[in-house]
Nanobody, 120 residues
Framework: QVQLVESGGGLVQPGGSLRLSCAASGSIFSIYAMAWYRQGPGKQRELVAQITSDGSTDYSDSVKGRFTISRDSAKNTMYLQMVSLKPDDTAVYYC??????????????WGQGTQVTVSS
């Protein structure tokens, strides 16, 4: 069994910073894709950033230059460093990870979500 645990959300003032973490555990053979999504109030879930197994990254235009996605392969953990936060960044942030399990079965999982609120 594999699980994802997210942490790091909270309340921050505009212009502030937060770092989200997404830790994977279980019978993992490899991780081939990791991404952060978010869903703001009354909005659809949107892709924020993604990172491949070779470290290539991609960002939505709304966060480019402010957010940084990274991964620690040894810890099976992904991070999202967010700076210069704006009220429009307020959302529940979800990690999404594509695995190959130890029995070579591919699995895609979502984290439980962590609330980020940007407000003065």
């Amino acid at each position: 069994q594999v699980q994802l645990v997210e942490s790091g959300g909270g309340l921050v003032q505009p212009g502030g910073s937060l770092r989200l973490s997404c830790a994977a555990s279980g019978s993992i053979f490899s991780i081939y894709a990791m991404a952060w999504y978010r869903q703001g109030p009354g909005k659809q879930r949107e892709l924020v950033a993604q990172i491949t197994s070779d470290g290539s990254t991609d960002y939505s235009d709304s966060v480019k230059g402010r957010f940084t996605i990274s991964r620690d392969s040894a810890k099976n953990t992904m991070y999202l460093q967010m700076v210069s936060l704006k009220p429009d960044d307020t959302a529940v942030y979800y990690c999404n990870v594509g695995f190959v399990l130890s029995d070579y079965k591919p699995v895609n999982l979502w984290g439980q979500g962590t609330q980020v609120t940007v407000s003065s």
